[in-house]
């Protein structure tokens, strides 16, 4: 997400889990509007109104870009998940472009199914998400994982699409796409010119590629290159 300078005070970092691709925390100072870009990750989010009502919201995969509202004195903690890793009482099929509500009890406390959990913090995530993983909650699935690899598998490949899109929401070849995207504005940013990035990552032509980052990540690739210092969420 673009950030409003100013208006958002921010923390980001890896996590030590092998579930979990990146952790963020932030605090908004005023009023502000963020894009969330297709990333391949569904997110766990906690989510405090104005420092107070507590929200925790399981969302699912995006395939387009998507404005997020936030107003002064909310705060917010989002887990994200690596795209192999979901929980099958929600699966990516039931919750790809929208947010699902897990029921709070206080505010420090919420359910997911039968299981109640405390709400983690920045910096002890990784027990909270090994205490998911010990109830069963969350599952690294292995076809998605290979299929992200490249490895030859025993499933045919419409097998693979069909089982990759219950799984993250999305089919294989869209997540595909999403990646090239992400890649592409990832070369513009260090200065290749658009036609020789096209033809780098195998776009059939600069038209492709600029269709391509439009649909995914909201921009040309002059606004791209335009802007290399941007920060992406």
């Given at each position: 997400?673009p950030?409003s300078?100013g208006?958002?005070?921010e923390?980001?970092r ?10 963020r ?5 005023g009023?502000a509007?963020?894009?969330a870009?297709?990333?391949g ?11 107070g009502?507590?929200m ?10 998507l404005?997020v509202?936030?107003?002064a ?5 989002t887990?994200?998940?690596?795209p ?7 699966p ?9 509500a897990c ?10 199914g ?9 910096d002890?995530v ?6 998911l993983?010990?109830?069963?909650l969350?599952e690294r ?7 992200l690899?490249?490895?030859r598998q025993?499933?045919d ?6 089982h990759?899109?219950?799984?993250t929401g ?18 513009l940013r260090l200065?290749?010119?658009p036609?020789?990035?096209?033809a ?5 032509d600069?038209?492709?590629l ?17 802007d290399p210092?941007?920060v992406?969420?």
């Open positions: 997400m950030l300078e208006t958002i005070a923390e980001e890896a996590a030590d889990s092998p579930l979990v691709a990146k952790v925390q932030a605090r908004y100072a009023d509007r963020e894009v870009l297709p990333d990750s569904w997110d766990l989010l906690f989510v405090r109104r104005g420092g009502r507590l925790v919201i399981q969302t699912g995969q995006i395939a387009a870009p404005a509202d936030s107003q004195g909310d705060e917010m903690l887990i994200a998940f690596k192999e890793v979901y929980m099958p009482r929600l990516g099929r039931l919750t790809f472009n929208q947010g699902v029921p709070v009890e206080d505010d420090r406390s919420f359910w997911i039968p299981d109640r959990f405390e709400v983690p913090s920045f002890n990784e027990q909270f998400v090994s205490a993983s010990r109830k069963g969350l699935d292995p076809v998605v994982s290979r299929a690899q490249g490895v025993r499933l490949e419409r097998s693979i699409q069909r990759f899109a219950e799984v999305l089919g294989l070849k869209a997540f595909q796409q999403i990646a090239r995207a992400h890649e592409a504005a990832r070369l200065g290749q010119a036609s020789q990035v096209a780098e990552l195998e776009f059939t600069q038209a492709h600029t269709h391509s980052l439009k649909r995914f990540l909201g921009q040309t690739p002059r606004q791209i290159a335009r210092g941007a992406q969420r």
